[in-house]
């Protein structure tokens, strides 16, 4: 039996038919949940770490047996590119991505600027994740968290709001506490503006 199981949720061995076209995920109490381990596992460790599996603070790249969350911002990623179906508890139906849309914004604080900058990303080959523990809005990889330390934390700014002289001290600071190069990112121009304290 533990030996059937184990062959079953290798993901090195995956067919076609063993993932849907389309992931199902259930959006309650503003969180999008993907329950199915295997489902979960395959988006995190095959398409380029979409979501963060419940209770597994570093989750390493095979299947794991916990369900995994998506951020509002992966999830409607996904759900634009038809990767997965989310469906919403409290109406007992599927969401179209415009209804999505604006929940997520109503919940989400700046939803519309990061998704902007989270797109154009994803878009230019870097994996965005969320960046809270770092004071920022998103950590950045090359390859992936768990292959490497992430060479950049993003900022994203308000459409409306201006870049003034103390935040670019609080970058500099920040960038030199975490070792990393902090970005702050424009959705209005998809600009980034890149900071490293340094002691002449």
């Known amino acids: 039996m533990e030996r059937q199981e184990q062959e079953k949720i290798t993901l090195d061995d995956l067919d076609d038919y063993d993932i849907p076209n389309k992931i199902p995920t259930k959006f309650i109490n503003s969180r999008v949940i993907v329950f199915n381990p295997l489902y979960a596992s395959y988006l995190y460790a095959k398409e380029k770490f979409?979501?963060?599996?419940?209770?597994?603070?570093k989750p390493r790249l095979e299947y794991f047996s916990k369900p995994s969350e998506l951020s509002l911002i992966e999830a409607y990623?996904?759900?634009?590119?038809?990767?997965?179906?989310?469906?919403?508890?409290?109406?007992?139906?599927?969401?179209?991505?415009?209804?999505?849309?604006?929940?997520?914004?109503?919940?989400?604080?700046?939803?519309?600027?990061?998704?902007?900058i989270y797109n154009d990303l994803r878009e230019k080959g870097y994996i965005p994740r969320p960046g809270l523990k770092f004071g920022a809005d998103f950590v950045v990889y090359k390859k992936g968290p768990g292959l490497e330390h992430s060479p950049f934390i993003v900022h994203v700014l308000h459409h409306d709001s201006k870049l003034g002289a103390i935040d670019m001290v609080r970058a500099g600071r920040l960038a030199t506490s975490v070792r990393k190069k902090f970005v702050i990112a424009n959705p209005s121009t998809i600009s980034y503006y890149f900071f490293e304290w340094f002691k002449p």
Not at 50 to 57: C, E, K, Q, R, V
């Open 77 to 116: 990623y996904l759900l634009k590119r038809e990767k997965i179906t989310i469906y919403d508890v409290k109406s007992a139906r599927d969401l179209s991505i415009e209804e999505f849309y604006e929940k997520s914004k109503n919940i989400h604080d700046k939803f519309e600027e990061k998704y902007i």
């Open 50 to 57: 979409f979501g963060a599996p419940l209770g597994i603070s």
